[in-house]
């Protein structure tokens, strides 16, 4: 009797069919870097625990702009490192506040070739280090936090981001900030809200990054490991306040929270892969445990796979030079 076997494996032979049949590919436009830059700083500085990820200088952010625009970026999310905070994170929203410095000088270089984006929280201003105003019981007051939301929207579209990306996890965030944005004429600045964001240990260098003064944790505003089903009224509620991206975060961990949401939402969706997956896979590169391109191009495809149609990654460039190769 002759058997006839399936053979799947006639489609991966060569190199050109493997690609003729790829079902996900990766695009430099889809790619966001973010970055840090730092008030006072003359010169970049190196991150230990993310080698190869610097804190910027106001020039040497506006030459990465540049190499961005040049590699054919999506974007930039830049993240603001004052030299002095307060317990209302007053540098948020100061004109001559290290991120709205950064985005007028980074929207003078590069104008309209790359999206800028800015991060509007009030973790890298506060003297505390939370995302949120404290009331006298110490506990992050979400109200009153909007209304600083709001001043730090302002401020951020004023100095020329063309994207907010709201990361606080706020109640009510999205919708007070797209009016506040209305109201003073910014109709047109997007909002990228963070709308999944989890209350993550793969945060962990980025508080090097930011140079983090928290004690303690973020569990009573991001969201617990445990949970799948609230992501989706988080985003349900985002999309709902006029939210024009929706962005899972962090990425690899949460790849089903991801592929729930990209088939929840009408809006693009957007992954973050945070500073902890990629300390990982440059600790094991280093050990020479494993292959650190590889890896580096293979979380981002499962990232897209699982939904992503935008990532944030600390590979923006690298990634982006190796599939212009
Ligand atoms: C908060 C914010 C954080 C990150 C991005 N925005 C830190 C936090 O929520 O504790 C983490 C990004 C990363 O780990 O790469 N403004």
């Not at 695009?27 to 610097?54: C, H, K, T």
């Not at 009153?144 to 004023?158: F, P």
């Not at 709201?166 to 963070?194: C, E, H, K, N, W």
């Not at 509620?237 to 990209?262: C, F, H, R, T």
Request: hydrophobic share 45%; with cysteine.
């Amino acid at each position: 009797m002759q058997i006839l076997i399936q053979r799947p494996r006639r489609l991966r032979q060569t190199p050109a069919l493997r690609a003729l049949v790829a079902q996900t590919r990766l695009q430099p436009a889809e790619l966001v870097l973010p970055v840090f830059v730092r008030e006072g700083a003359r010169n970049a500085q190196p991150i230990g625990s993310m080698p190869g990820v610097v804190q910027h200088s106001l020039d040497s952010l506006v030459d990465v702009a540049r190499e961005a625009v040049a590699a054919g970026l999506g974007g930039l999310m830049i993240f603001g490192v004052p030299a002095r905070r307060d317990a209302t994170g007053s540098g948020a929203d100061d004109r001559e506040g290290i991120l709205n410095v950064a985005l007028r000088r980074v929207r003078a270089a590069v104008g309209d070739d790359l999206v800028v984006m800015a991060d509007l929280c009030l973790d890298e201003f506060t003297d505390h280090g939370h995302c949120g105003l404290l009331d006298s019981q110490g506990r992050v007051d979400n109200d009153a936090t909007l209304v600083r939301y709001a001043a730090m929207a302002l401020a951020q579209a004023t100095a020329g981001a063309h994207v907010v990306g709201l990361s606080g996890m706020m109640d009510g965030q999205v919708g007070y900030i797209r009016q506040a944005l209305d109201q003073a004429g910014f109709t047109d600045t997007i909002i990228l809200a963070y709308a999944a964001k989890y209350a993550s240990g793969f945060y962990g260098p980025f508080r090097e990054a930011v140079e983090s003064t928290l004690e303690g944790d973020r569990s009573t505003y991001q969201q617990d490991p445990a949970n799948a089903t609230e992501s989706l009224r988080e985003v349900e509620l985002d999309l709902e306040q006029g939210a024009d991206i929706v962005m899972v975060k962090p990425a690899l961990p949460y790849l089903d929270i991801l592929s729930q949401v990209a088939q929840l939402s009408s809006v693009p969706v957007a992954a973050y892969q945070v500073s902890g997956e990629y300390a990982q896979i440059e600790a094991a590169a280093a050990q020479g445990w494993i292959d650190r391109e590889k890896v580096m191009m293979e979380s981002l495809i499962c990232i897209r796979r699982a939904g992503a149609q935008i990532i944030l990654t600390y590979y923006a460039l690298e990634a982006a030079r190796l599939l212009r190769r």
